[in-house]
């Protein structure tokens, strides 16, 4: 912000441009500054709850610059700038020290500051218009040449420059989102219309429809932007549709006049079975029989107002007690379920079921496992599968401890072992003695059958453990 001199006001870039007053008119470069006495520079005031900058979206609290790094106060007052492009006198100070004149135009540098960080903050936070952004920035970076302050007046008109440009695309933008909600908001309207008119020709649900058209229409006031021309037309075509459906459904509740008197006798009947069912346990075919008379309830037509409403109110308060009873009843079946689920789990875990240690005591732990799992009861159904699954693990490690064990003592299978090798023995000598008598072909034919039967016999004497 800029502080103006002889009031201490603080203004806003955006709204007040225009070029920074110092204290008395900045000489420009080259010319005599003409010393002489100033008014008593006053407190410079810095953004607070009741200044502009408090109003600022996330307006940034700036450290104080540190003007002798940027400017020197000659023994006569006069006060210069430095720059890249060399010195520039920026104004006078008699009314103190150097030091003193040093720091009043380091806070009039800080005030521009402030206002640079607040065109910032305003870009970044897409607040305002980002034209009148753009044109309080170009007007700073104009007032910066002549700028009775001290501090880094390069980097700062390197900032205004680029809020300037940003400010422009963000103008771009701005315009190319309000035509896109232009656009976006006639689609909106252009789909009502077309949802109305489907309305209009082929809704039967009365009650829906109706308070479908009356939630377009409450959709309708909220969107904004749409050219006047088109809106009118969308306009039309909405409440045309809208008249239509009311045409259509005045048509249908006058002829279903003729029947209300039958849909009230009809309703009484669903009334008196819906009572008569409320205290029912049978939980699944009642729950069936409540979902046909409701069925039945909404074929039956509208009964006069007067009584249809209250028949309504009967018939869904004893459709309400059984199912709220169903609900509780389900609850604890449920409840009960996770319990038994639990205890499966409990179960699964402390019972230690080892074949390869002890195999009878192995089948006596698996026995008394499936008989305390019986007894538990039924877990939910999402629980099922795993809970089983690792059940039949144990019984099929139990079952295959079983299997090998049976192999290994099976007498028959010894037997049939020892038969294979006798055979080996009886053939080796008879191709001992085909070999003695010089029958060669005799002697490799039984070798030959030797070694069939051996590969048999090690078959065997493997199945059976050795």
Same mark, same amino acid.
């Not at 006069?304 to 018939?315: E, I, N, T």
């Given at each position: 912000m800029t502080e103006n001199h002889d009031t201490g006001s603080v203004r806003d870039p955006a709204t007040h441009p225009g070029p920074t007053p110092g204290p008395g008119s900045a000489p420009k470069p080259g010319s005599s500054p003409k010393p002489g006495p100033s008014p008593k520079p006053g407190p410079v005031p810095r953004p607070g709850p009741h200044t502009a900058a408090a109003t600022e979206p996330h307006a940034p609290v700036l450290p104080a610059s540190d003007p002798a790094k940027w400017g020197r106060v000659d023994d006569d007052g006069t006060v210069w700038l430095r720059t890249t492009a060399g010195e520039r006198v920026v104004g006078s100070w008699q009314a103190g020290d150097a030091a003193e004149g040093l720091a009043h135009f380091g806070r009039r540098f800080d005030d521009l500051t402030t206002e640079v960080a607040l065109l910032e903050a305003r870009l970044s936070a897409h607040s305002g218009d980002p034209r009148k952004t753009r044109a309080a920035a170009l007007t700073l970076i104009e007032t910066l040449p002549d700028a009775a302050v001290v501090g880094d007046v390069e980097t700062l008109e390197a900032r205004l420059r680029v809020i300037a440009a940003d400010s422009e695309v963000a103008a771009e933008t701005a315009k190319a989102e309000r035509e896109t909600v232009r656009q976006e908001s006639a689609d909106r309207k252009a789909a009502l219309a077309d949802e109305a008119e489907a309305i209009a020709a082929d809704s039967t649900q009365w009650k829906a429809a109706g308070d479908r058209l009356r939630e377009i229409l409450d959709e309708w006031k909220t969107i904004r932007g749409v050219d006047r021309k088109l809106d009118d037309q969308l306009w039309r075509r909405y409440s045309k549709a809208r008249e239509a459906f009311n045409r259509r459904r005045g048509a249908h509740f006058a002829e279903l006049d003729r029947d209300r008197a039958a849909a009230k006798a009809r309703k009484e009947e669903l009334v008196e079975r819906a009572e008569a069912m409320v205290d029912s346990t049978d939980w699944g075919p009642t729950s069936a029989a409540f979902r046909e008379l409701l069925a039945e309830w909404k074929a039956a037509g509208r009964a006069?107002?007067?009584?249809?409403?209250?028949?309504?109110?009967?018939?869904? /308060?004893?459709?309400?007690?059984?199912?709220?009873?169903?609900?509780?009843?389900?609850? *604890?079946?449920?409840?009960?379920f996770e319990n038994n689920a639990a205890a499966k789990e409990k179960l699964l875990a402390e019972v230690h079921v080892d074949p390869e240690r002890d195999l009878a005591g192995a089948r006596a732990a698996l026995r008394e496992l499936q008989e305390k799992w019986d007894a538990i009861g039924k877990v939910p159904r999402e629980r099922m599968h795993d809970l089983e699954s690792r059940l039949r693990a144990v019984e099929h490690k139990v079952r295959d401890a079983s299997d090998a064990e049976w192999r290994r003592s099976d007498p028959e299978a010894h037997a049939r072992a020892a038969q294979f090798r006798e055979r080996v023995?009886?053939? *080796?000598?008879?191709a001992e003695k085909a070999l003695a008598a010089g029958r060669q072909k005799d002697a490799d034919r039984a070798l030959q059958q030797a070694a069939q039967w051996r590969?048999?016999?090690?078959?065997?004497? /493997?199945?059976?453990g050795g």
């Open positions: 006069p107002r007067d009584s249809d409403d209250a028949l309504w109110k009967r018939f869904k /308060g004893a459709q309400d007690v059984f199912f709220a009873a169903r609900n509780a009843a389900n609850s *604890e079946r449920d409840a009960e023995a009886q053939l *080796e000598d008879q590969e048999w016999a090690e078959a065997a004497e /493997g199945a059976v």
